[in-house]
């Protein structure tokens, strides 16, 4: 099956070899070719809509028309701002005061998806169970949506927007046990952390703290700002909070690759700030420990 | 004596006319201050920030660090149960106070924004390394960040993601920056 994609800009420089890679690397295992959408360009993010709204409409909009060029009915997009932005733009130039904008949408606009949404489809969850080949058996993690995925609903679509279910269904396919805690569409600050490092602080503490308690030994994100922000500056962190957490932040998309014995699932792992790979390693769930049973199955 | 209160009272309407946010539809119930992840870090509450929209207190607003501090989480819009697009008017008064030039007392979020625009204005998409070093020097963090060390934990960072293939050091070439530099002209 061949659908639209838009990686966004992080998926070019600190998302790329972990979480481009590893959805690269699923969407070929699971027939689905990305083609594209050309000459594509940022989409504004928190800056445009912050302090240039109609920037922030013509920019995503724009995206949205050159994806319409594309014979494809789905568009995916991998990174949640890009996602929120684009249902946003489609939304402000279908209502009556579009004509204020430099952009215009024709009738034909894709549909826009979030990668874990579409992997959550029942038809997608019935493929998972298919290619898994070595189940993340005893492998403890709690979801983290963050905020971009889900709010505000009008404008994502979610499905339930306080206690989305969209990982923990792809999750449990593959054999991990998902916990259950409160914090899976609170705020993790990803916007400010360069310009109100202190904040980011307190709200990612705030996360891992709270992962701890309810037993997880990792969290895993659809999201590489969320990523960036609970993977790069956590020993910073654990300073703050003088407590030492020790949370590997995985992609869902990683943990496919893992389960459903996609390669480089290794690889993309290793390139986290945060070490990631022992937890694994104690679980038996790389392929060094892969049992020779396992693998014959494989 | 001078009252210390100057209402302007257009000022609902210059904001709602960037709308609409039906700002005057909010009750006061406070839902959206209780839940906002960051009021710990903010001068007055999203309830007061909207109090004071449709009392006409411009400058309390424009000057305030809430709008600011404000991540667009939308837990707020979300919540509100009367349909006031609250991220939305906080996004609406930064881009006013950023356009007048109005001083804020932490400047960097601000600063932060205009960089990133600028950054995609001359490339198309992002080019974070860049980012991150032009927002350094122009939000004047750069001294403090080396004579409090952190300056040097950002460094081992940058080597680490450079290491790791997560930091390209040369820009993409591609048709779609023509249309980013065009659109933020103005």
């Known amino acids: ?14 998302a790329k070899s972990d979480y481009a890679e590893s959805l690269h690397a699923i969407a070929k295992a699971f027939d689905i070719q990305l083609e594209e959408v050309r000459d594509w360009h940022c989409c504004g993010a928190s800056a445009a809509h912050s302090i240039n709204h109609r920037a922030s409409i013509e920019l995503a909009g ?13 568009l995916l997009v991998p990174c949640p701002m890009c996602f929120n932005r684009l249902k946003t733009a489609v939304n402000a130039l279908k209502e009556a005061r579009a004509e ?6 024709g009738d034909e606009i894709p549909n826009i998806w979030g990668f874990a949404e579409y992997f959550s489809t029942p038809d997608m969850l ?30 994502t679509g979610a499905e339930d927007h306080e206690n989305p279910q969209i990982m923990e269904r792809i999750l449990d396919k593959l054999g991990a046990t998902v916990l259950d ?12 952390v360069l310009s109100k490092p202190g904040i980011v602080h307190v709200l990612v503490g705030k996360l891992y703290d709270m992962a701890r308690r309810v037993g997880a030994d990792a969290v895993v994100v659809s999201c590489q700002m969320c990523h ?7 020993t910073q962190i654990e300073t703050t909070w003088e407590k030492k957490f020790d949370l590997p932040i995985y992609y869902f998309s990683e943990l496919i690759g893992l389960a459903c014995g996609i390669k480089g699932a290794e690889k993309w792992i290793s390139k986290h700030i945060t070490e990631s790979l022992s937890l694994l390693d104690r679980l038996g769930l790389l392929k060094s420990n892969v049992t020779p049973q396992v693998e014959a199955v494989a | 004596m001078e009252s210390a209160l100057k209402p302007d009272f257009q000022f609902l309407d210059e904001v709602e006319s960037h709308g609409p946010f039906e700002a005057a539809a909010c009750y006061q119930c406070r839902k959206c201050t209780n839940g906002c992840p960051v009021t710990f870090a903010m001068d007055l509450y999203p309830d007061q920030v909207i109090r004071k929209v449709i009392l006409g207190q411009k400058d309390d607003v424009l000057r305030c660090s809430t709008i600011w501090v404000c991540a667009t989480c939308e837990t707020c819009t979300t919540r509100c149960p009367n349909d006031v697009k609250i991220a939305e008017i906080m996004d609406c008064l930064k881009e006013m106070a950023a356009r007048q030039n109005i001083p804020v007392p932490q400047p960097q979020a601000r600063i932060l924004h205009q960089t990133f625009l600028k950054n995609i204005r001359r490339h198309g998409r992002v080019f974070e390394g860049e980012l991150m070093a032009e927002y350094l020097i122009t939000s004047g963090q750069l001294m403090p960040k080396f004579k409090d060390g952190t300056l040097m934990d950002d460094m081992k960072l940058g080597i680490n993601l450079l290491r790791k293939g997560k930091m390209p050091v040369i820009p993409k070439i591609h048709k779609g920056r023509k249309f980013v530099s065009e659109i933020l002209k103005d």
């Open chain 1, 1 to 14: 099956m061949k659908v639209s994609y838009y990686p966004g800009c992080s998926l070019e420089g600190t």
């Open chain 1, 62 to 74: 724009n995206i949205v028309s050159l994806s319409s060029k594309l014979p494809h009915e789905d």
């Open chain 1, 100 to 105: 204020q904008y430099r952009v215009q949408l």
């Open chain 1, 126 to 155: 019935e493929q998972i169970i298919q290619q898994v080949v070595k189940p993340l058996k005893d492998l403890k993690v709690v979801c983290y949506y963050g905020c971009m995925s889900n709010r505000p609903p009008e404008i």
């Open chain 1, 181 to 192: 805690w409160p914090y899976k569409t609170d705020c993790c600050g990803a916007s400010m």
């Open chain 1, 228 to 234: 960036m922000n609970l993977d790069m500056y956590q």
